[in-house]
Structure formats: structure tokens, C-alpha cells
């Protein structure tokens, strides 16, 4: 088991999951000639974070996710989070539309389907809170479709399994669009790496990366492979980290500054899910309320439609878990391995201000099987607990990001991207919005680590992604030829019921 000899290639990407697959398919397709090689610690590709049980395969296009239209102190409705999270989708679903139609995605259907994004609230404030949250995004190219109910009906003859049994009493109201979707990432990324290797990149699954240290060319990435205990060397210019709760720990061994002061909070998700076609053929959307008091925004409950494999299947939760492994098949001592001198201030930090998240997690470790059904009986009241079992899904980092004076640090519930001063080496941290925002992630990768060649990439870019570098928002002709062109190539055909001409109600 000794070292081999040291081997190179021009980009080593850490992790099979939708990052390193998504930045690897756009590397091969502006610069062919490069070598590329993928190291993943599993024996596949998608395996973490990626698989479709390890997370909610929404397609976060802030359609229906509550916490990204907050209600100011004025009452008014902020939009702005949410039409940045729906812009930068907008760049994935270009990027996803011309790969299906250039070979680059085989079979659009195994992971991409259209479902309707919904958000439903309880009770006479929030309601309103939904009519005006309805106002405000309709009045944006993006969430024009955007619709409001809090007619009891028309509830029930959209969503009949969450009104099955429902006492309307108390008021009900509906945000519904129909240009929402549910994204299997597994078969996603898995299409993008078999992409990539029919191009030439090199996958090395089953194989770990130990440390990173610099060279004079670059980084030597020394690499174990798991199943025989072989040793090697890699040297290459350049280095992306895309593996998930894996990230934290590597950037900070790469010793590059920009990652010092940052650290990890691991929370696991569980949720509830369904396959009885009784259960499943009476909800055909995603639906999502409020967080729960004292929860975090990640935290916010849904009732999901799935598409895996073919086969609809419904989800709900997320319950909160909590180990101190950064990974699903990470190790126990991930998180204490992780505190080190320069990130001891804000990881201490953090926990004397996080109460309430701590709080919460207590009690969601302490829920039991029937408690999570209750909890799903706030959506869908007839709900029988033979008909749901829990599954364990993929556990998320939340970054620790150090205080920009001081000690102290605050914790992040959404992605960042270090890199590098030279552009050497980027690192991508956190969770949601994540793998729906792979391919705008990516493309900040590339012009933050290769800004001598990103302004000759860009022609070849924008025939991928003809937006680029433009606000669809601002430009309402331009999104409407977007939309349609990306709606025809990946056959996103609207499962909308027709709307009430009543502007108040669907």
C-alpha cells in the first residue's frame, strides 16, 4: 500500500454530487480539451446529498417557500430574496434545456417533472399576509402567475387530501402557481457525470481525498483509495470542493485563508413519506407553510409530490435530527474535528446565540412516529399512520461564518462559495437553496478562478444560457422567450387547473 507515482490533470473536482457534476459538464463543454478528475469517497455517483431521499427535490424557485418573502414592520412584502433565488433558477433551467437538447441530458423525464409550487397558511393574519405576499410577487415577470385563494371549494378541489376532514372554521389561504417542479438531483448529476465521461473525465469512486497542499504549479491532492488501503498523488491547477459536509473539513486542510473564522453546524433531516396510490393520487403539488415558532427557516413544513424512478411517492416533514457527522456516511468525530483555533470564536459564538435552535431540536429528537403523524395532520387531517413510514434523509451543514470585526459568528441557512485569492481552489458550503442553484453557483466559480479565460468562455456560455449576465426581472420580453424555449425542450407541460376568472380567488 504504498504511494503510486504522482499522475496530473489540469482539474480535480472532490465529490460525485450535483456541484462537482455540474461544474465538471460546463468545464468540458467550453474547454474540451482538458483533463478532468472526479474523486468521490462512495461507490456512486449522487450518493449523498444528491439522492433523491436526501432531499426535498423541489426546485427552489422561491415560488412557495415562505421564508423568502418575509412581511416587513410597515407591512409591506419584501420580494427581494425571492426573486434572486427564482433568477438564479431561471439560469439552471437553461442550462438544463439546452443539455437536453445537445445530448449532454438523456432522459428529462427521470428527473425533471412539473408539479405546483403552493403556499397555504391558517388562520384570518396570515391569510391576508398571503393575499398582499401575492400582490407583490404578481406584479414581477417571474411570479405573474402567481395566484390567491381562501375560498374553502376551491381548496378542496385543489388539494382534496388536505381537505379531507379539514374543519374551515378557521379561515384558509392558498399562494398556487403551476410553474413549479420536482427535480430527482440523483438522476440529474448522474446524467452529468455519464456526460462528462463520455467526454473524457476520469471518475474515481470509492477513493478518498486525505489532505491538499499547494505546489508550484497548483495543489498535490493526496487521495486513499477506501477498498484496498492504495495511495496517490495528484497534481493539478486546479481544485473544486463540492463535497457537501465533506467541504468545511478539506478547505480548511487546503490552509487557504479565506476559509479561516468559518465552521459547521450538522443538522439532519427525517421525513414522512408515502407510496399507497389512494394517498398519493390526492395530492399532486408541493405545498408549504411557517416554520415553526422558534424554528429555523430550513425547518418550514411541506407535503410533497416525488418523482423517483417513475413512481409518485408523497413527503412530508422535515423533523430535525442531529448527529455530529457532517455526512450520512460521515464519521462521529466530524464535528469536534472541525473546531479549531481560528473558528473556536464564532463556533462558540453562535451556540450562546442559538437557542431557539437548540430548543427546537430537542424537541424534534424527541418526537415519536405517532407525534410526526399529528404533525402531518396539520396538512392533511385524514392522514392514517399505516399509510407513512420515516426515512432518514441526508445530513446539511449550515455554515458558521466568522463576525467581520470581533469575535463571534452568525449562522448562514444558505450557500457560500470560498475561493482562493488565485483562484486555485473554491469550495462550495451550505444547504438550501443548493442543488437548485448549481449551474449559477458554478458559473461564480468560474469567473472567480478563471478570470484570464471567463470573458472567451462567454459566447460559448450564452449560447447555453442565453440570460446570462442579464436580470430576467428587468427584462419582461426576454424571460417570456426564455420561459417558452426552456418550457418546449424540457416538455414542462402545465398540470394547471383552470383558475376562477374572479381575480380574487384561483
Not at 9 to 30: E, F, K, N, P, W
Not at 179 to 202: C, M
Not at 280 to 306: E, I, N, W
Not at 457 to 476: C, D
Request: contains cysteine; glycine residues 10%.
Amino acid at each position: 500500500m504504498a504511494d503510486t507515482a504522482v499522475t496530473k490533470t489540469d482539474v480535480v473536482l472532490i465529490g460525485a454530487g450535483i456541484m462537482s457534476a455540474t461544474l465538471g459538464a460546463l468545464l468540458r463543454l467550453v474547454e474540451p480539451d482538458w483533463s478532468i478528475t472526479v474523486i468521490e469517497r462512495l461507490d456512486a455517483a449522487a450518493a449523498e446529498s444528491s439522492d433523491p431521499w436526501n432531499n426535498a427535490g423541489t426546485g427552489h424557485s422561491a415560488l412557495c417557500e415562505l421564508n423568502y418573502t418575509p412581511e416587513k414592520a410597515d407591512g409591506s412584502i419584501d420580494i427581494t430574496k425571492a426573486v434572486t433565488v427564482n433568477e438564479q433558477f431561471q439560469v439552471s433551467r437553461q442550462f438544463w434545456a439546452h443539455g437536453v437538447e445537445n445530448g449532454v441530458l438523456t432522459d428529462v423525464r427521470s428527473f425533471l417533472n412539473p408539479v405546483p409550487h403552493v403556499s397555504f397558511v391558517q388562520g384570518a393574519d396570515r391569510v391576508e399576509y398571503l393575499r398582499k405576499r401575492r400582490d407583490a410577487l404578481a406584479a414581477n415577470p417571474l411570479f405573474a402567475t402567481t395566484e390567491f385563494t381562501n375560498d374553502h371549494d376551491e381548496f378542496a378541489r385543489r388539494l382534496p387530501l388536505m381537505a379531507a376532514g379539514r374543519d374551515f372554521t378557521e379561515p384558509v389561504g392558498l399562494n398556487w402557481t403551476t410553474e413549479g417542479t420536482d427535480i430527482a438531483f440523483g438522476s440529474l448529476t448522474k446524467q452529468l457525470i455519464n456526460f462528462a465521461v463520455r467526454n473524457g473525465t476520469s471518475v474515481l469512486f470509492g477513493n478518498e481525498v486525505t489532505n491538499l497542499s499547494r505546489n508550484s504549479g497548483g495543489w498535490s491532492v493526496k487521495v486513499r483509495n477506501r477498498r484496498t488501503g492504495d495511495k496517490q498523488t495528484i497534481d493539478t491547477r486546479f481544485v473544486f470542493v463540492g463535497a457537501g459536509g465533506e467541504a468545511l473539513p478539506l478547505l480548511q486542510k487546503s490552509g487557504i485563508p479565506e476559509a479561516k473564522g468559518y465552521g459547521g453546524f450538522p443538522v439532519g433531516g427525517q421525513f414522512l413519506r408515502a407510496s399507497n396510490p389512494a394517498v398519493t393520487s390526492r395530492h399532486q403539488a408541493k405545498v408549504y407553510g411557517f416554520p415553526p415558532l422558534g424554528a429555523p427557516p430550513m425547518s418550514a413544513p411541506h407535503l410533497d409530490t416525488r418523482i423517483i424512478n417513475g413512481k409518485p411517492w408523497l413527503m412530508f416533514g422535515p423533523f430535525a435530527g442531529w448527529t455530529p457527522k457532517f455526512l450520512k456516511h460521515g464519521k462521529f468525530t466530524d464535528l469536534p474535528a472541525s473546531v479549531k483555533p481560528n473558528n473556536v470564536g464564532s463556533m462558540l459564538g453562535v451556540g450562546l446565540t442559538q437557542l431557539d435552535l437548540t430548543t427546537y431540536l430537542i424537541r424534534q429528537l424527541a418526537l415519536s412516529e405517532s407525534e410526526r403523524v399529528d404533525a402531518l395532520r396539520d396538512f392533511a387531517p385524514t392522514a392514517q399512520d399505516a399509510d407513512w413510514s420515516l426515512v432518514h434523509a441526508g445530513q446539511r451543514v449550515q455554515v458558521i461564518k466568522p463576525a467581520e470585526q470581533g469575535l463571534g459568528g452568525t449562522l448562514e441557512f444558505g450557500t457560500a462559495v470560498l475561493a482562493a485569492a488565485d483562484g486555485s481552489l473554491a469550495g462550495l458550503l451550505g444547504a438550501s437553496p443548493g442543488a437548485s442553484t448549481a449551474v449559477p453557483a458554478m458559473l461564480d466559480v468560474m469567473a472567480r478562478c478563471f478570470a484570464d479565460r471567463y470573458q472567451g468562455w462567454v459566447p460559448k456560455l450564452t449560447e447555453m444560457i442565453p440570460s446570462l449576465g442579464t436580470k430576467l426581472s428587468a427584462e419582461p420580453a426576454l424571460f417570456d422567450e426564455v420561459w417558452s424555449w426552456t418550457q418546449r425542450a424540457l416538455a414542462l407541460e402545465s398540470t394547471a387547473v383552470v383558475p376562477a376568472a374572479d381575480g380574487d380567488g384561483l
